[in-house]
Structure formats: structure tokens, C-alpha cells
């Protein structure tokens, strides 16, 4: 009952708080972002959706146009280098991230789940089949998020992705409090930018 309904109303719910609450500081960011650097406002990316099916995720765009469309950014090279002080701070607090509100509201996303892999992340989406958490809504945030982000290695961010899972299929207060502990914990990981990784640098 809670993941087949409660969870989307809750979804529903977070999601329209946080556009309403939210709306004028997006509008601010999306302006800054448009003199800050050229380029559009959004940054579209094709995602791993439930029972891998593709959608475009949406993001406030926080790298230059020229930057490599398809690369995990920790994957990148000296990605320091090419971010304006304005990208780096909207990327450490996670702020480009809010637009995925809409995706929520959309129901291509929830709130809490595993964050949706690329579409060419091949190793990480094969990884989480073997835990079935590939067959979830994919999340804004969720327990691996909330355990290392990107110092994560492909393995272990599969099977937290898969911990989170299996309380989610048990239902009731075992999922609700599974949901509830990512939420607060990413507050907690957001305000403190645990786990962030830019780029390896090769200087």
C-alpha cells in the first residue's frame, strides 16, 4: 500500500511544496545562471527511468555548454578548472538539482529511490539488477546519497541502492522510515557537502 500509493502522494505533495516555496529562488538562480555564463538555463540529460525505461531529467545547468554532455562529472578530468565560482557552489549544495521537482510531479521520479543512472552507465545499471533496483522509481535522493554520493564505487552504490530497496518492498512503517531517514539524512549531507567529487585532477 505505501509504495503503490502513499508514496506517490507524498511525492505529489513534497513536490508541489517545493515548487511553490521554491519558485522565486529558482527564478533567481535562473537568471544568474544566464549571465554567469552563455548557454541555456536547463540542462537536459537522458536518465535510467523505472524498469529501465528512458527519461530526460532535467537540471538547472551548471557546467559550460562545451563541458562532455553524457559523463558522470566525477568521471571528468580537472572539472575544477572549467566551473565559474557561481557553478561550483550551485553543484556543492546540490542546487542544480531542484528543476528534477517537476520530474517528481511528472511522476518520472519520487523523491526518495535510487539516482537515476545515465543511460550509457552500463556497469552501474547491470550492478543493480542483481538487487532490483532497477525495477523502482528512480529518486531525487536516496540511501546512497546519504552513505558517500560519489566516493561511492560502482558495487557497494549498488547494493545500498538494493538495502533501500528491499525495505521499500516490505511496506509500511519499514519503507515510510527508510524514506524518511534519506530525507533528513540529505539535509544533513547537503548542509555538510559530504561525498562530492568534481573531477580528478591531473595536475
Sequence with gaps: MYKCFFKRI???????????????????????????????????????????TYFNIIKFRSMPVTAPHDTPTHMMKNTEDILT????????LSIDELPQLFCILAAKMSVIGP???????????????KYGAND??????????????????????????????????????????????CFFGTIQSVLKQDGVIEGRSEK
Excluded: H
Design 10 to 52: 507524498l511525492d505529489i505533495v513534497l513536490s508541489l511544496i517545493g515548487i511553490i516555496v521554491l519558485a522565486v529562488p529558482m527564478l533567481i538562480i535562473a537568471i544568474v545562471i544566464k549571465i554567469d555564463s552563455p548557454g541555456p538555463v536547463f540542462f537536459l540529460q537522458k536518465r535510467i527511468g523505472i524498469d529501465k
Design 85 to 92: 565560482p557561481f557553478q561550483k557552489m550551485i553543484r556543492r
Design 115 to 129: 539516482r537515476p543512472a545515465l543511460w550509457n552507465q552500463e556497469d552501474l545499471i547491470a550492478e543493480r539488477d
Design 136 to 181: 523502482v522509481k528512480p529518486g531525487l535522493t536516496g540511501w546512497a546519497q546519504i552513505n558517500g554520493r560519489d566516493e561511492l564505487e560502482i558495487p557497494i552504490k549498488a547494493k545500498l541502492d538494493g538495502e533501500y530497496v528491499k525495505r521499500l518492498n516490505e511496506g509500511g512503517c519499514i519503507a515510510f522510515m527508510m524514506d524518511c531517514k
